[in-house]
C-alpha cells in the first residue's frame, strides 16, 4: 500500500509539473502514544531487566542508549497507566497537485518536537510504586497524502475532504523514567513506516486553516488516533 501511495504521488507530481504549489505550514498533533510507545517500552523492560541491560536505585539518574526497535516484551500492553500528555509541534512543507475533480497529490515533510507523559499509579510487574516516565521527541516525517474533496452542501460545501497517507517517521527520543526509588534516563531512535485516513476541514475566508481528524497504523502493529490542527502560508 505504501509503495503505490509514493509511486502514484511521484507520477503524478512529476507529469503535472504546471501549477504545483509548495506550502509552508506549521503543525500541533494531538494523538496517542503510538510514535513514543516503543522508547517507552524499552525504559520499562530495560528497569525490569528484560531485554535490555538494566539499573536501577535511588541517587542521580542512570544514563542508558537502548537498542532501537520496539521492545519484544511491551510490558505497557498489560500494565494501567494514565495519558497525561501527548503532542508535537512541527514545521514543514508540502508540494501539492491539485486536479480539476476536487483531488489532489501531495508531498509533506514535517520537523519537529513531541512530548509523551504517563503515569502508572500501581507501578509495573515488581515495582508497585507509582512510576511517571516523559518521553521527549524530536522527529523527521515524510509522507504521502492524497486528498478528495466530498460535495456536500451550504457552508461545508468543498471545505470537507477525505485523505489517505503512507510515510516514514525517524524519532529520536529521551525518556526519564521517576519513581519514590528509581531515577533512570534513555535515549534510542525508532524509524517506523506509518499508514492512515481520515477527514480533513478546512476553516476561515481564505482556507488557510485546516483541521484533520483519523487513525494510523504504525509499523503494522500500533493503532492511534489523530487529531491535528494545521496552518499553511
Not at 475566508?205 to 487529531?227: F, M
Request: with cysteine; glycine share 10%.
Amino acid at each position: 500500500m505504501k509503495q503505490y501511495l509514493l509511486a502514484l504521488a511521484v507520477t503524478c507530481l512529476s507529469g503535472c509539473s504546471n501549477g504545483l504549489q509548495i506550502t509552508p505550514l506549521v503543525r500541533a498533533d494531538l494523538q496517542d502514544i503510538g510514535f513514543a510507545e516503543p522508547a517507552l517500552n524499552r525504559s520499562v523492560d530495560a528497569l525490569l531487566g528484560k531485554n535490555t541491560p538494566s539499573s536501577s536505585g535511588s541517587g542521580p539518574p542512570v544514563s542508558s542508549a537502548g537498542p532501537s526497535g520496539p521492545s519484544e516484551s511491551d510490558t505497557l500492553d498489560t500494565t494501567k497507566f494514565e495519558i497525561r500528555d501527548m503532542h508535537d509541534l512541527s514545521l514543514g512543507a508540502m508540494v501539492r497537485q491539485n486536479f480539476d475533480f476536487g483531488g489532489s497529490v501531495a508531498l509533506r515533510l514535517l520537523a519537529g518536537r513531541g512530548r509523551t507523559e504517563i503515569y502508572l499509579p500501581e507501578g509495573a510487574d515488581i515495582l508497585v510504586d507509582p512510576i511517571t516516565i516523559t518521553a521527549k521527541t524530536r522527529f523527521f516525517e515524510a509522507a504521502v497524502v492524497l486528498e478528495q474533496k466530498m460535495h456536500l452542501p451550504y457552508f461545508l460545501e468543498d471545505r470537507v475532504s477525505v485523505l489517505i497517507e503512507a510515510g516514514h517517521r525517524r524519532t529520536k527520543s529521551k525518556v526519564a523514567l521517576r519513581s519514590a526509588l528509581i531515577a533512570r534516563d534513555d535515549t534510542g531512535t525508532d524509524d517506523q513506516p506509518f499508514v492512515g485516513a481520515g477527514l480533513r476541514f478546512e476553516l476561515g475566508p481564505r482556507r488557510k486553516t485546516v483541521v484533520d481528524v483519523g487513525l494510523r497504523q504504525i509499523e503494522e502493529e500500533i493503532s492511534t488516533a489523530r487529531l491535528g490542527i494545521e496552518r499553511r502560508f
